[in-house]
T-cell receptor, first 115, second 112 residues
C-alpha cells in the first residue's frame, strides 16, 4: 500500500447505527486530518491530529468522534448520524515541522450515506 | 474573512483551448495559495502553488497568476486535454497553519 488509504470506500448506515471510518498513511507523516466534502460546498476541515494529539476541532457535532492511536492511523467513529451527514469523508496527512507550508496528501475518501 | 470565492462552478473547453479558473480572497493573512485537482473516485491532489511574492508561476501547461492588490489569483491550463477533465479547487493558508481554506470547486470538462 502506498500514500493514504481509507476503508471502507462506501458505507450506508441508519441513523441509529454505530460505525467507524479508518484511514492509514504510508508516508511517514506526523499529522493527519479529517475533511467533509459535500456537493457544491468547500471542503470542510473537521479534525487535525499532530503527533497523535488533537490540535484542531472545528465545531464538529459530538456524533463524530475521532481517534488517533498512532501517527499512521486515524479513525472517525460515527453514531446517531443525520441524513445531512451524508457526504464524502476525506482523510489527509502531512509532515509537520519541515516546510512552512505543509502539503496535504489526501486519501480517496469514504462515501457515506445516512438513511 | 475566511472565505475563498471560486468561479466558474463548471467549465467546458474544447481540446487545445485555454481553461481559466478564478479565485478571490479577503483575508490578507493568507500567504500561500495552492490549487488541487480531483478526479472522480480520488482525493484531491496538489497541482501547483504560489506565494504572493511572485505574480506568476508556471509548471508545464499549468500557470497561476496572482494579483496581490486585487486579492485574486487564477489557474490557466494551456492546450487543455480531455485528461485534464476533473474538479479543481483553489485554496489559501498561511505559514504554520493546519487550516486550508478551500473554494467550492470548478468542474472542468475538456471535449475532443
Amino acid at each position: 500500500e502506498t500514500g493514504v488509504t481509507q476503508t471502507p470506500r462506501h458505507l450506508v448506515m441508519g441513523m441509529t447505527n454505530k460505525k467507524s471510518l479508518k484511514c492509514e498513511q504510508h508516508l511517514g507523516h506526523n499529522a493527519m486530518y479529517w475533511y467533509k466534502q459535500s456537493a457544491k460546498k468547500p471542503l470542510e476541515l473537521m479534525f487535525v491530529y499532530s503527533l497523535e494529539e488533537r490540535v484542531e476541532n472545528n465545531s464538529v457535532p459530538s456524533r463524530f468522534s475521532p481517534e488517533c492511536p498512532n501517527s499512521s492511523h486515524l479513525f472517525l467513529h460515527l453514531h446517531t448520524l443525520q441524513p445531512e451527514d451524508s457526504a464524502l469523508y476525506l482523510c489527509a496527512s502531512s509532515q509537520e515541522g519541515g516546510l512552512p507550508y505543509n502539503e496535504q496528501f489526501f486519501g480517496p475518501g469514504t462515501r457515506l450515506t445516512v438513511l | 474573512q475566511q472565505q475563498v470565492k471560486q468561479s466558474p462552478q463548471s467549465l467546458i473547453v474544447q481540446k487545445g483551448g485555454i481553461s481559466i479558473i478564478n479565485c478571490a480572497y479577503e483575508n490578507t493573512a493568507f500567504d500561500y495559495f495552492p490549487w488541487y485537482q480531483q478526479f472522480p473516485g480520488k482525493g484531491p491532489a496538489l497541482l501547483i502553488a504560489i506565494r504572493p511574492d511572485v505574480s506568476e508561476k508556471k509548471e508545464g501547461r499549468f500557470t497561476i497568476s496572482f494579483n496581490k492588490s486585487a486579492k485574486q489569483f487564477s489557474l490557466h491550463i494551456m492546450d487543455s486535454q480531455p485528461g485534464d477533465s476533473a474538479t479543481y479547487f483553489c485554496a489559501a493558508t498561511w505559514a504554520g497553519s493546519y487550516q486550508l481554506t478551500f473554494g467550492k470547486g470548478t468542474k472542468l470538462s475538456v471535449i475532443p
